[in-house]
């Protein structure tokens, strides 16, 4: 419910606690279940008015990514485009597994095409992998693994280019950043988001 996040939130600020996560498989799709049923949208702008600084959310869904939402996000538009206009420091990311049994050559390019137009900050880049007893293990056109590696390099080539270039953008500029913690790579360095 709604008004359940909301004072669990409101709990949160209270007690000093500068971000959330909202964590589900589609996010967007929240609130249509509820015998009062409500909008993704409605929930980000509830919690937004609680006053903690910083709302993240995983997993969103674009089947389900409103005006309104974008909106929202911009505050209190094809889907990509209107999320750069409304909100230029946007930082996008992205799930992609490359070799899913069935997956062409075209079908690859199209995937490497959408990286370069969208652009995303960072991607989690996976080689497909079969599982015994899953459905994807028993398809036809199994996609040979030394077309995987190829792919999988070519990918993260291309994801290496559009994330420098997303970096660029933040060249001269001071930006807020939570820090979670000291680096895994220094004991003397921090880490942490924007």
Do not use: W
Request: hydrophobic share 35%.
């Amino acid at each position: 419910d709604m008004d359940a996040i909301v004072r669990e939130a409101e709990e949160l600020y209270r007690g000093g606690v500068k971000e959330i996560m909202l964590l589900g498989q589609n996010v967007n799709s929240y609130g249509k279940g509820l015998q009062t049923p409500v909008t993704f949208a409605q929930l980000l702008k509830a919690l937004d008015d609680v006053g903690i600084p910083r709302i993240r959310f995983m997993t969103s869904h674009p089947k389900d990514l409103s005006d309104e939402l974008i909106d929202v996000m911009a505050h209190s538009k094809h889907i990509l485009r209107k999320l750069r206009e409304a909100i230029p420091a946007i930082g996008l990311t992205t799930d992609i597994i490359v070799g899913f049994p069935g997956e062409t050559e075209e079908q690859f390019q199209d995937t490497l095409s959408l990286v370069r137009e969208v652009g995303y900050d960072s991607a989690f880049t996976f080689i497909y992998s079969p599982r015994t007893g899953t459905g994807a293990a028993k398809m036809p056109n199994q996609v040979p693994e030394e077309v995987s590696s190829r792919r999988i390099q070519e990918l993260l080539k291309v994801q290496e280019e559009c994330q420098k270039k997303a970096l660029k953008r933040f060249i001269g500029t001071e930006e807020e950043v939570l820090v979670e913690g000291l680096s895994r790579r220094s004991d003397t360095d921090v880490s942490g988001h924007g």
